[in-house]
Every structure is written in structure tokens, then in C-alpha cells.
């Protein structure tokens, strides 16, 4: 019971990470049309400038900033020098562009920092654990995470369906030529949403920073699990993007949690350890199918 | 489909330097070119058979690199377990004629189940779950242990071909360059075909061939299918090539070179996908000899290539 609520709050915590990826990474597809694979580019180098500004600072919040500021810069520059002239392509020149971006920025991050991961755990004050119900301990670090998410969910909830920028932002989902021909400038539009995506990258990337190692190659193992939810989702779609992430959070930490002990009943251990492993691997990819079965478009397409 | 005379000239010339490699090779005092040649050969047989689907059928499919992988392990597992079998299977699963189109069939029949499910999605959705299904089995044989994990598996020695002495690298460049022009003799065939034709419309309006009454799914299946299976023989070449299968071959940057490889040579034009595979096996080859960190090359590379070469490497032969 006690390690099932553990398993729940860890899946939330999933949930709301991939929720940050996929917000980013299904606004700059409802609204520019832009694949970005290199989105996971910039969560590894939010994850890097953070983890490298707080072992040189000591400070977990100047390294917050750090890598804030670093995703949301390279991708604002990344989305003026080659971006931009993609928006008319078609998708598949997008996924080859955006793929040489991807093997760069990895190398670039390897010549850099080396092929050892960065450790920086999280900072003194928000390490330890607390009881969220008496008897069960869970740590401060992934409560806080959780929050930060969900805050952001519904910051993004508010801008996007309260304001003017969001205003913008919808109809330029759906009537992009109008938008323009309305006077809108759109090509500073397209960057400012950009640098939002790629400030919620930067912000899973230094998040997770301290719970996982900082690598290169972090950044495609969390894209494709990206894809996932955004197809579960239905592509262009935030609340989508929140379900799906949600969703996939669970499954994934969930099959991971429990699937290796329940196979240890039948199997001997290591056999049951390894091939458990890889079947919850599989898990997010089987849902996914049968989301697919049943809905094709994801659970809220955006342009039914 | 008709290719100008400069280009029959190029092919032509191309072949002909192909056969004459080991000779070459021999010459200049650098055998490991023959290897280079394989390599080259394999993985234009994978790249022609994606071109199937992203050139004549406008599918791009993100997950090739799972059949190439899946045909390697065909091969790969058969020989582990070829010892543990009884007469006369312990025989047939090291014999090139058992095994090699088992190695197409296996990933064929697996294309048919999840091509099906990647076809009720189209464009951008589809470009996602082909990346997903393909990280899939990659992530299968990484837990996969008995077969190497992440190690990879070591094949003792490779598939048997009466006539050819196993360890004859020069022999199985031969066997390779065979495949190759066999390979794309087939498809030049498909592309002639009725059922080309179909593909060729579905790329250019799949509704207008809804309402000439042609029900455009299944054909979409078969091209996934038979792209799959073909991409199965370049991994039962590749996995003899070096004795050696890994996790590797179905990573997805596996199925994004492969795409560049089609985008380089040409998009749709069968030939071009030989010429794009060609020069990106020797682009690494060149780059990993001269620094450990070529991708930092190899990646604005890709993007220029995108953002400029529009016709690739087949269609700047075609002149105009």
C-alpha cells in the first residue's frame, strides 16, 4: 500500500515532467506546424547548464536560472538561424534539419563536459523527506517538482486562455493565415512561442537534473516518450498534451514499480529483473497502440 | 521511370567500379576497403527499400532501423541457438538459404501487424509512431540478456553458402553487390508495375485515388511490408558482414541516417538511394578517421543538405 502511493506520486511526478516537454513540443506543432526533434536537445542543455552553474555556484537556484536562460536563448537563436526555414517544408525536411541539429548539439555537449555524467543532487533545502500520510515518507525534492509542474500547468492554462498573448497564440493555431493577414506580426509571435517551448524544456531538463545523471543522449530517451504522449494526446492539443503525459507518467513508473515482482512469482530473478525491464520499456509503446485502435487522432485531437 | 543518359553513363560507371573494388582495393594497399564496399552495398539495399516508402509512397517512416535490426537478429538467434537443435535443424540454421529469408519474413510479418496500426495515422503522427514502435524493439532486445543485452550478440561465423569459404570477405562483398543489384532490379520492377503506379498515385493525391475507386490502405500495407522484408536481408547481410549484431542497428539514429541517406541520394528515385547510402558510409568513415567527435560535423552537414541540396545527389545527375 505504503510503496503503491510511492509508485503514484513517482508516476505524477513522470507525468508532470513529460507534461512540461510536451506543452512545449505540441504548441510549436499546432501553431508554427514545425517538428522539432532537437526539443530534447534543449531539455539536455538546461539539464547540463543547470547542473554545471550549481556545482560551480553551490547555488541550486542560480543554476535553476542558468539553465532556464540557456534553453530559452539556444532556442530562440536555434529558431531565428535554421528553424525559420522550415515552417514552409515539409515535415520530413523538418525531421532530417532538426536531426543534424540533434547529433551537433550532443557532440557539442560531449566536447564540452566530457562523456562522464554531471552529478548535482538537490539543494540542502529541499533534500531529506517528508510524511505526506503517517508512516510514509516521500522526498521533499519530487513533491517539489510535482508542484512546480502542476503551477505551471495552470499558469500555462491561464496565459493561453486568459490573455492576449493566448488569444494569439489560438487563433494562430487555427487560422494562421487570417492571423497575419489581421496584421499580426507573426514571425515574432512564432519566436516568442518558441522561447516559451523552449523555456519549459529548459526548466523539465534542470528539474530533473538532480534526479537523474546529467548525459548526452538524455534528451532523445525523454523525446521519444515526448512523441508518445503527444500522439496519445492528439497532436496541437495542451489539454491533450496534460492527459497524455499523465497517462504515460503513470503506465511507465508504474510497469516499472511493480511488473519485475510480479514476474519474480514465475520466473527466476535476474531472468525476471531484466525481462521485466524491458517489457515496461515496451509498456508506453503498447498503450499507445491501443490508444491508437480506438481513437487514431489521440484522445483530444486538436482540429476535430 | 527513365533515367538520362549521364545517369545510365554514372550507373554504369559506378557498377563497374563496385566490381572491380577488391582489385582496387589490392592495388592500393588497403583491403579494409572491401569491407568499406560491403558496408556500402548493405546499406544502400536498406536505404532503397526505405525510399519505397518515404520516395514512391510519401510515407516517411521514422523506424526503419527496427527491420534491419530485426532480419540481424533472425540470423543472429537462429546461429546461438543452432547447437542446442538436432539434426538436421542444427544445419539449416546456419545455411544462408534457411535462415536468409527467414530474416525477410520475420520482419516482414511483423511489419504487417504494426504498419497496420501505423497506417491509421497519417503525416506528422505517422513520422512519431514508426520512431516509437522501432524504439520498441530496440528497448526488447536491450533487456533481451540470453541474446547479449546491450553488448550485442556475436554470430560464430557466418551463414553458410556453398562455394564460399566463410571468412572470404572478397567472396561476400560479391554475395552483397549481388543482393544490391538484385535488390534494385525488383524494385525498379515494382516501380514499373500497376502496383507502383497505385503507390506513385498515392503519394500525389491518395483522395483522388479514393475516387478513381482505388481503396488506397492495403496497398500502403503491402509497400510497408515489402520495404520491411527487404530492409530484413540488408540486416542478415549486415549482421554476416561483421559477425556482429547490437542493439546498435535498431537505435533510432539508425532509422534517421537511413532517412538522410534516401534524402541525400534522391527522394523517389530508386538509384539515388545507392549514391546517398554510398556517401555517407564513406562520410563516416572519412570523419571517424579524423576526429572521434565527427558528428559535430556530420550535423550541420544534415542541414545544409536539407536546406539546399532539394533534388539530391541522383536528381543534380539528372541536370536541368
Redo the contacts between chains.
Sequence with gaps: MTLLLEQLLNGLQFGVMLFLMAAGLTLV?GIMGL?NLAHGSLYMIGAYAAAWATLQTGSFVLGLLAGLSAAAVLGMALEAV?LR??YA?D???Q???T??????????V??IFGRQPLMAGPPPWLSGAVEIVPGVPYPVYRLAIIATGLLVAAGLYVLISRTRIGMLVRAGATHRELVGALGVRIGLLYTAVFGLGALLAGLAGALTGPLLAVQVGMG?RIL?TT??V??IGG?GSIRGALAGAMLVGMVDTLTRGFLPATLRAVLPA??AD??G???S??AV??L??IV??WR???LFPAHA | MRESPRQIFVLVASFALLAALPWIAGAVGRPDLVTLGSQACVMAIAAASLDLLMGRTGLPSFGHAAWLGLGAYTVGILAFHARDLGPPWDQWAVQAWAVWPLAVLVPAALAAVIGALCLRTSGISFIMITLAFAQMFFFLFVALKTYGGDDGLTLRRRSTIPGIAPRDDVAFFYVCLTALVLVLLLLRRVAASRFGTVLDGIRQNERRMMAIGLSPFPYKLAAFVLSAGIAGLAGALHVNLFRFASPDLLHWTMSGELMVMVVLGGLGSLWGAMFGAAAMVVLHAVLAQWTEHWQIVLGPILVAVVLLARRGLWGALGGK
Excluded at chain 1, 536531426?99 to 557539442?108: D, W
Aim: glycine letters at 6%; hydrophobic letters at 65%.
Design positions: 506543432f517538428i535554421i526555414r522550415l517544408r515535415h520530413l525536411d525531421v532530417l534539419a536531426f543534424g541539429v540533434i547529433l551537433f548539439c550532443n557532440e557539442a560531449a566536447m532523445e521519444i512523441f508518445v503527444i500522439v497532436l535476474s531472468e531484466a525481462l525491464a524491458g517489457l520499456s515496451m509503446f503498447i499507445m497502440a491508437l485502435l487514431p487522432r489521440g
